[in-house]
């Protein structure tokens, strides 16, 4: 038995799906999380730098409810990336009271080079798969967490 394999006690639970999705996900979190780490940035930075870029300036409430990042966290995120001159806070001017977050460019700089270590690191997690089976595995993930569970049509 190597290391990968699990002891034969456990072969019903490791073969579930849950289990495997779960174990995958680690394994994309890990390699994304360490590719970024060596740009000095973390999950978090990355999926905020994408929302501001396609949101265009957006109120720092709207982006925590679309990324679904805490406010809290939302704020040490941002502090970080105004730190580093990747995005701008400036009053809205609809609501002087709120904050329009806009990316930098250098924001867009940085955030363009997250996407090729990402793709390098979803390249790596997929490597075991040929092209079709790449995209059949998404459209089936994509199919998973888009399912709805009927009653109250929110998605699980």
């Known amino acids: 038995m190597t290391p990968d394999t699990p002891p034969p006690a456990l072969a019903r639970i490791t073969a579930l799906p849950s289990w495997l999705l779960g174990r995958a996900a680690a394994r994309g979190h890990r ?28 109120s720092q409430a709207e982006l925590g409810r679309t990324v679904r990042i ?12 105004q ?14 009271r709120k904050n329009a977050i806009a990316i930098s ?14 793709d390098a690191a979803n390249d790596e997690l997929l490597a075991p798969l040929d092209p079709s ?4 595995l998404t459209a089936l993930l994509t199919r998973i967490v888009h399912a709805r569970d009927g009653s109250a049509g929110t998605e699980r």
């Open 31 to 58: 390699l994304l999380a360490d590719s970024f780490a060596g740009e000095g940035m973390r999950l978090p930075h990355h999926v905020v730098l994408t929302a501001v870029a396609a949101l265009g300036p957006v």
């Open 70 to 81: 805490d406010p809290k966290d939302m704020v040490t995120v941002l502090n970080e990336l």
């Open 83 to 96: 730190a580093g001159g990747l995005v701008t806070r400036t009053a809205d001017p609809a609501d002087r």
């Open 105 to 118: 460019p250098a924001g867009r700089t940085v955030l363009h080079r997250l996407e090729e270590l990402g």
């Open 133 to 136: 089976e790449r995209a059949q």
